[in-house]
């Protein structure tokens, strides 16, 4: 972070031994963390009767049985039926054709990942611009109460999720907008906003006045020194920012469970209800799990350099 | 508030020298600019945070039930903040919500810290697996802990594979979800392998604040590791420790997600954090009054507590 000046002849460096000691540490933490999402994976690779055999089994002949599962509803029926019908088509078809089940449909996975995703763009998009407006006018202007409503928009946060969900769930009701992707983006803008007003405030003010003062003198407005100026200096900050109200959207639960169940429901509250014949069907839940985990890990590691610095924003000082 | 700033706006372009008068014109005047970019964050919260917590606060005070919405409303009063406050269950559930919230702050706070202390010796590789160690947190606790469900089965499990394997304890000799004493743990478990990560991000951003000419005026001075380390790393560190501990207390002050998933408040209510009563309460039993008063009950707790814990964290800083 503090990329420029040179540490290497410090006196206050860490010596190697303790340098590599800290290391082996940090490494063996990082690897017992990821055992649990290994296993999802592994999981998810697995028949149904692998994935509850005991010992657990970590070599196994990998199946794609859980992710067939995951995306189509099947049904049980009698070989004499079996032996009538024509040969399996596909993959899938065949897999289930070998547990006595035929393909009867499509399951609600690949709509719920959908719905997801466009909600979780959507009040993304509206919680950066919405917050990038309201932090630059925090950060450059006099707001008489400022330091009020800004502990107010902080303060938003508080609340239980659930004791939101009470009366959003009756004013939604009442407007129509219940369980609609809409109200969805809304209400989860509305909880996205306040991070990114205060995340975004601490980019814009690290950001000299001086570039706009200088910009305005040469002829630029207020507004054109903001878009011409200041934004491009805050482009790391509105990504970081961007990459949190994302993570959040997608990830919620407790609104989601709450107030959406068809048309708008994404897919975290869908994932735990996939059940197979006699509980749940852990291969499939595994076989969602992973694809669900798969974008967040991706822009995880794409990104970690905007990740890092959003989370310790302000406090890397040169 | 529009109309201010406008009204503010017309008088600026009147009164203003002719030269400088095009450009206000042109560009907005500063105020209407401030108004127009913060308002319609400030209407948004208003509609979706304020409004509905005007309306918790009135529904507090009625007998409503949200699948009856034909039925008569009777204003009750203070009736409900009354019986919440004498109902054993309740304080059941807040000792549930203290014993999450204390045990998983404490092991995060140490265990976070002392990685950031290990990341931030910069060892080879430091950085990538810095990006390794928040892949947890940046997972959906929803998604993931009802995998944990999974991986906490008594018999087929890989966690009690992994104890018994170690202890030689019988694997199905022990439920982390299905027992009174252990659920309690399980959650506090699956809470601090998520989260850890983020203590020890904002720690790490508090070691490296610390400026570099400290720690080489304590070498001039001879000042012991251990001696640097109490008297520079901690105390410079310990706002972002503070801040560290006031973002995981709101958060599991509030726990919803993992507990809903994994125990679901269970066995029996051993594991009924404050967030699981108040689902039970409004989406289940119905009675939309009577949680109503206790989410204003919640909510107030966890606004006095953190006010007072700011007002600690400003003292700890300005020193």
Same mark, same amino acid.
């Given at each position: 972070?503090?990329?420029?000046?040179?540490?290497?002849?410090?006196?206050?460096?860490?010596?190697?031994?303790?340098?590599?000691?800290?290391?082996?540490?940090?490494?063996?933490?990082?690897?017992?963390?990821?055992?649990?999402?290994?296993?999802?994976?592994?999981?998810?690779?697995?028949?149904?009767?692998?994935?509850?055999?005991?010992?657990?089994?970590?070599?196994?002949?990998?199946?794609?049985?859980?992710?067939?599962?995951?995306?189509?509803?099947?049904?049980?029926?009698?070989?004499?039926?079996?032996?009538?019908?024509?040969?399996?088509?596909?993959?899938?078809?065949?897999?289930?054709?070998?547990?006595?089940?035929?393909?009867?449909?499509?399951?609600?996975?690949?709509?719920?990942?959908?719905?997801? =995703? !466009?909600? &979780?763009?959507?009040?993304? *998009?509206?919680? @950066? /611009? $919405?917050?990038?407006?309201? +932090?630059?006018?925090?950060?450059?202007?006099?707001?008489?109460?400022?330091?009020?409503?800004?502990?107010?928009?902080?303060?938003?946060?508080?609340?239980?999720?659930?004791?939101?969900?009470?009366?959003?769930?009756?004013?939604?009701?009442?407007?129509?907008?219940?369980?609609?992707?809409?109200?969805?983006?809304?209400?989860?803008?509305?909880?996205?906003?306040?991070?990114?007003?205060?995340?975004?405030?601490?980019?814009?003010?690290?950001?000299?006045?001086?570039?706009?003062?200088?910009?305005?003198?040469?002829?630029?407005?207020?507004?054109?020194?903001?878009?011409?100026?200041?934004?491009?200096?805050?482009?790391?900050?509105?990504?970081?920012?961007?990459?949190?109200? =994302? !993570?959040? &959207?997608?990830?919620?639960? *407790?609104?989601? @469970? /709450? $107030?959406?169940?068809?048309? +708008?429901?994404?897919?975290?509250?869908?994932?735990?209800?996939?059940?197979?014949?006699?509980?749940?069907?852990?291969?499939?839940?595994?076989?969602?799990?992973?694809?669900?985990?798969?974008?967040?890990?991706?822009?995880?590691?794409?990104?970690?350099?905007?990740?890092?610095?959003?989370?310790?924003?302000?406090?890397?000082?040169? | 508030?529009?109309?201010?700033?406008?009204?503010?706006?017309?008088?600026?372009?009147?009164?203003?020298?002719?030269?400088?008068?095009?450009?206000?014109?042109?560009?907005?005047?500063?105020?209407?600019?401030?108004?127009?970019?913060?308002?319609?964050?400030?209407?948004?919260?208003?509609?979706?945070?304020?409004?509905?917590?005007?309306?918790?606060?009135?529904?507090?005070?009625?007998?409503?039930?949200?699948?009856?919405?034909?039925?008569?409303?009777?204003?009750?009063?203070?009736?409900?903040?009354?019986?919440?406050?004498?109902?054993?269950?309740?304080?059941?559930?807040?000792?549930?919500?203290?014993?999450?919230?204390?045990?998983?702050?404490?092991?995060?706070?140490?265990?976070?810290?002392?990685?950031?202390?290990?990341?931030?010796?910069?060892?080879?590789?430091?950085?990538?697996?810095?990006?390794?160690?928040?892949?947890?947190?940046?997972?959906?606790?929803?998604?993931?802990?009802?995998?944990?469900?999974?991986?906490?089965?008594?018999?087929?499990?890989?966690?009690?594979?992994?104890?018994?394997?170690?202890?030689?304890?019988?694997?199905?000799?022990?439920?982390?979800?299905?027992?009174?004493?252990?659920?309690?743990?399980?959650?506090?478990?699956?809470?601090?392998?998520?989260?850890?990560?983020?203590?020890?991000?904002?720690?790490?951003?508090?070691?490296?604040?610390?400026?570099?000419?400290?720690?080489?005026?304590?070498?001039?001075?001879?000042?012991?590791?251990?001696?640097?380390?109490?008297?520079?790393?901690?105390?410079?560190?310990?706002?972002?420790?503070?801040?560290?501990?006031?973002?995981?207390?709101?958060?599991?002050?509030?726990?919803?997600?993992?507990?809903?998933?994994?125990?679901?408040?269970?066995?029996?209510?051993?594991?009924?954090?404050?967030?699981?009563?108040?689902?039970?309460?409004?989406?289940?039993?119905?009675?939309?009054?009577?949680?109503?008063?206790?989410?204003?009950?919640?909510?107030?707790?966890?606004?006095?507590?953190?006010?007072?814990?700011?007002?600690?964290?400003?003292?700890?800083?300005?020193?």
């Amino acid at each position: 972070m503090s990329r420029g000046i040179s540490h290497a002849h410090s006196i206050v460096e860490p010596g190697p031994l303790s340098r590599n000691i800290a290391g082996i540490i940090v490494i063996v933490y990082a690897v017992v963390a990821l055992v649990p999402l290994a296993w999802i994976f592994l999981t998810s690779i697995k028949t149904p009767p692998d994935s509850i055999s005991y010992p657990p089994k970590v070599i196994f002949d990998p199946s794609l049985e859980g992710y067939c599962n995951l995306f189509t509803t099947r049904s049980r029926q009698t070989a004499e039926y079996l032996e009538t019908l024509a040969p399996p088509s596909g993959l899938c078809e065949k897999i289930a054709r070998d547990r006595n089940m035929v393909i009867v449909g499509p399951s609600n996975y690949a709509p719920r990942f959908l719905n997801s =995703l !466009i909600i &979780a763009f959507g009040s993304t *998009a509206l919680s @950066v /611009l $919405l917050g990038t407006a309201a +932090a630059y006018g925090f950060s450059r202007f006099k707001v008489p109460l400022k330091d009020d409503l800004l502990f107010f928009i902080l303060s938003t946060r508080m609340m239980p999720p659930i004791a939101v969900a009470i009366p959003i769930f009756l004013m939604y009701r009442e407007l129509g907008l219940s369980d609609t992707k809409l109200g969805m983006i809304l209400l989860y803008t509305a909880v996205n906003v306040s991070l990114a007003v205060w995340l975004l405030k601490g980019f814009i003010d690290e950001i000299p006045r001086e570039y706009e003062e200088a910009a305005m003198i040469d002829g630029y407005t207020r507004l054109q020194a903001f878009f011409r100026v200041v934004l491009p200096q805050a482009t790391t900050g509105i990504v970081a920012t961007a990459i949190f109200c =994302l !993570i959040f &959207a997608w990830n919620e639960y *407790a609104f989601a @469970v /709450l $107030l959406t169940s068809g048309e +708008a429901q994404t897919a975290p509250p869908f994932i735990p209800t996939i059940i197979g014949e006699g509980g749940q069907d852990w291969p499939a839940v595994a076989a969602g799990t992973t694809l669900f985990l798969v974008p967040i890990l991706v822009f995880t590691v794409l990104l970690r350099k905007q990740l890092l610095r959003g989370i310790t924003f302000g406090a890397v000082r040169k | 508030m529009n109309d201010v700033a406008k009204a503010s706006f017309i008088e600026r372009a009147a009164t203003a020298t002719p030269a400088p008068v095009a450009r206000v014109v042109k560009g907005l005047s500063d105020r209407a600019i401030a108004w127009l970019f913060i308002s319609p964050t400030i209407i948004l919260l208003l509609a979706i945070n304020i409004f509905p917590l005007v309306w918790t606060i009135q529904l507090s005070f009625t007998n409503y039930r949200a699948n009856r919405p034909n039925a008569e409303v009777k204003n009750i009063g203070i009736d409900h903040f009354q019986s919440i406050l004498t109902d054993p269950d309740v304080w059941a559930a807040m000792q549930a919500t203290a014993h999450f919230v204390f045990w998983t702050i404490l092991i995060q706070t140490i265990l976070g810290f002392a990685l950031a202390y290990l990341v931030d010796r910069r060892f080879r590789g430091h950085g990538f697996w810095t990006t390794v160690i928040l892949i947890p947190m940046m997972l959906s606790p929803a998604v993931v802990g009802n995998f944990w469900a999974f991986l906490y089965q008594p018999q087929i499990g890989l966690f009690n594979y992994v104890i018994s394997f170690f202890t030689g304890l019988d694997p199905s000799s022990f439920e982390m979800i299905g027992s009174v004493k252990l659920a309690p743990w399980a959650i506090v478990l699956v809470d601090t392998w998520m989260w850890t990560p983020y203590v020890m991000l904002i720690c790490l951003a508090g070691l490296r604040s610390i400026p570099e000419y400290i720690y080489e005026a304590a070498e001039v001075d001879r000042a012991s590791k251990w001696r640097q380390f109490w008297t520079i790393t901690l105390p410079m560190a310990l706002p972002f420790i503070m801040l560290a501990v006031l973002f995981r207390g709101i958060e599991n002050f509030k726990m919803f997600d993992l507990v809903n998933l994994l125990t679901n408040g269970g066995p029996g209510s051993t594991t009924e954090v404050a967030s699981i009563t108040l689902k039970r309460e409004a989406f289940e039993k119905w009675r939309t009054g009577y949680s109503s008063a206790f989410a204003i009950i919640l909510f107030v707790t966890v606004f006095g507590l953190a006010n007072i814990y700011v007002k600690a964290l400003n003292k700890v800083k300005s020193r």
